[in-house]
């Protein structure tokens, strides 16, 4: 089954303790993003990656690390939470050419810093 | 700068009663717009995508349809299943990422 997943689904943290939260893809996507979701803003973009060694920023990536090495992984990584930090996190996944320009979504993984 | 704006944010609907969500968009250079639907709590599903002014596509109840401002999400003869926010995103040729707008919270009432 075409997918995206994303692990953990929730996670309760303490300010300051590096995290990790991974996303994989198994339908071979080059493009790979990660957004945040927030109650009256939307889903907004984190960062985002064309293909394996390539990254950019989004349009809110203060606090946040990406890397892609491998075309199915994009992990997102945490070095310092802090309580603004505090959303649902969405990862996804689509092909970059011009005749298939889906996203498609992974199921979210519920982030809360205290 | 690209920008999606969605309205009503909220809409409360009979079953079977019809209606349309609009998405107005400002971009430089539209390569797509994408309409998603989103579950409490969970991943945005796609449903479409429209590439040029007058494209349309359909989808049990939902038709998508396009103009060069605007794109509408009408669901015919709803059911109490299509309550959800259905969400509107553009790209642009430059193959920037997706800009989303805040999306439109559907109730559907039996």
């Known amino acids: 089954e075409a997918q995206v997943t994303q692990n953990p689904r929730y996670l309760i943290t303490v300010t300051g303790k590096k995290l990790t939260v991974t996303c994989s893809q198994n339908m071979n996507h080059e493009y790979m993003s990660w957004y945040r979701q927030d109650p009256g803003l939307g889903l907004r973009q984190i960062y985002y990656?064309?293909?394996?060694?390539?990254?950019d920023k989004g349009d809110v990536p203060e606090g946040y690390k990406v890397s892609r090495k491998e075309k199915r992984n994009f992990p997102l990584i945490l070095e310092s939470p802090s309580p603004n930090q505090t959303s649902l996190y969405f990862c996804a996944s689509g092909s970059i050419h011009t005749s298939t320009d889906t996203q498609y979504f992974g199921p979210g993984t519920r982030l809360t810093v205290l | 700068e690209d920008q999606v704006t969605q309205s009503p944010e909220a809409l409360r609907l009979q079953e079977g009663e019809s209606s349309s969500l609009n998405c107005s968009y400002t971009?430089?250079?539209?390569?797509?717009l994408f309409w998603y639907r989103q579950d409490p709590g969970k991943g945005p599903e796609f449903l479409f995508t429209l590439y040029s002014a007058g494209e349309e596509k359909e989808k049990e109840r939902l038709k998508a349809t396009l103009t060069k401002k605007e794109s509408f999400l009408h669901i015919t003869a709803p059911k109490p299943e299509d309550s959800a926010t259905y969400l509107c995103?553009?790209?642009?040729?430059?193959?920037?990422?997706?800009?989303f707008g805040k999306g439109t919270r559907l109730s559907v009432i039996a």
């Open positions: 995103a553009v790209r642009n040729s430059g193959n920037t990422p997706l800009v």
């Open positions: 971009v430089s250079g539209l390569r797509g």
């Open positions: 990656s064309m293909n394996v060694e390539v990254t």
